[in-house]
Each structure stands twice: as C-alpha cells, then as structure tokens.
C-alpha cells in the first residue's frame, strides 16, 4: 500500500519568500504523485501531478514540485510567496494495485497549513 | 464546462438521524469517489462507483453506503448519524478512476457538503 508523509503541518513565510512545502511517498508501484491546495471552506484544487514524463512539474499558480526517486520525495517549492497562497496543501499518491489501477483511490498526507506575513 | 456539483453545501442533523449527500460529476466523467475530512483523520476514502457499480471501499462502517445512476450521478448515505460523522464530505470524479493506461489517476474535487451532526 502507498502512503505519503508531510513534513511540518504548519509553515510560515514572508510576502516574497521561498515557498518549500515537504512529501515524502512510499509506493511499490511507479507512482503517480499529486498536490491539491484548500482554501478555507473550498474543495480540493489540483496544483499539479508526476506521471513519469518529466521529474520537474509546473503546475498553477508559479508553483512546482520535484520527483527524486532516490529520495521518495516531491517536495512543492514557489519562488516568491503571495498573500493569496495562503491555504493547506495536500501532497497524494494514486493508491495503484498491482495492474497499475487505483480506482478512484488516492492517499493523502496530513496537510500543510501555509501562513504568508506581510 | 460545469465541475464537480455537491449539494447540500452544509447541514446539520442530530444523532441517530441519517443523511444523503448528492454529488454530480464533471460531465463524462464516470467515475465518482467520496471522501472524509475531519481535523483528526485528514482525508480519508470512502468510496468509489464506476458504471454504477462499487468497485472500491475503504475502512468505514456499513453505515456509510453509496449508489451511483445512470446518467454517473452519486449519492451517499450515513444512517444512525455519531457525533464522530462530523466532517466535510467530499466528492471527486474522473473519467475512468485512474484505470491503468487511460489516465493518472488525478481526480477533480467538489465543493464539499459540510455535515455537523448535534
């Protein structure tokens, strides 16, 4: 079974500082790897996904993640933090089987709240 | 395009009540999962329906059931509402549920209908 592991449940920034948000995955497939952002009272939205093409992946909203096997990890990072970034963050993982179906099952870690300071 | 509806947006019940949550997907899309969101537990998988068959579940009780119709709308149940029922209700589709070969498994989340059980 996959399970994926967030580093810090909270984090805080300046207005303009690097964002770092920490995933580390376990999986005994080939992973499928996600991020999804929640704004208060809001549903999930998918910021961006690792399917196996490219190890480095933009996503929405200047942010990107990158896959390194070596370490299990798909850490999120942006540039330069914006008030409207403030949310939590949710890395996943497709909960594949071993014919590599995941029936509409993902594993999420526990969240990263994100605090931006002016 | 429309995406993912949830309706009621919020309700309230006492225990011992039951409840039925309405979800209607992203056109296309024929799959539908559901999922929990409690502070405690994060986010945790309820189930998922495909051609209106469950083809996975997760670890909650058999008070917690499902039904999917034709047209790919869903529905869940909770029957003899607890007070641990408590939480946000969240409903994702896709077009296959990450089926192996057809896509990656990301899914497409809903609003969410927020229970809070008296």
């Known amino acids: 079974a996959q399970s994926v592991t967030q580093l810090g449940s909270h984090v805080s920034v300046s207005e303009g500082a690097l964002v770092l948000l920490r995933c580390n995955y376990s999986s005994s497939v080939p992973p499928y790897l996600f991020w999804y952002v929640q704004y208060p009272n809001q549903g999930l939205q998918l910021l961006l996904k690792y399917t196996s093409a490219a190890t480095l992946v933009k996503g929405i909203n200047g942010f990107e993640a990158e896959f390194k096997k070596s370490e299990t990890s798909f850490h999120l990072t942006k540039p330069s933090a914006h008030m409207s970034d403030a949310a939590e963050y949710f890395c996943?993982?497709?909960?594949?089987?071993?014919?590599?179906?995941?029936?509409?099952?993902?594993?999420f870690g526990q969240g990263t709240i994100l605090t931006v300071h002016p | 395009k429309a995406g993912v509806t949830q309706t009621p947006r919020y309700l309230i019940k006492t225990r011992g009540q039951q409840v039925t949550l309405s979800c209607s997907p992203i056109?296309?899309?024929?799959?539908v999962s559901w999922y929990q969101q409690t502070p405690g537990q994060g986010l945790q998988f309820l189930f998922e329906?495909?051609?209106?068959?469950?083809?996975n579940k997760g670890n909650f009780p058999g008070r917690f059931s499902g039904r999917q119709f034709s047209n790919s709308r869903s529905e869940m149940n909770v029957s003899t509402l607890e007070l641990g029922d408590s939480a946000l209700y969240l409903c994702?589709?896709?077009?296959?549920?990450?089926?192996?070969?057809?896509?990656?498994?990301?899914?497409?989340f809903g609003e969410g209908s927020r229970l809070t059980v008296l």
């Open positions: 994702a589709s896709s077009l296959s549920g990450g089926a192996a070969g057809l896509n990656t498994g990301e899914l497409f």
């Open positions: 329906y495909f051609s209106e068959t469950q083809r």
């Open positions: 996943a993982v497709s909960d594949m089987d071993a014919g590599g179906t995941s029936y509409g099952k993902l594993t």
């Open positions: 056109s296309g899309h024929r799959s």
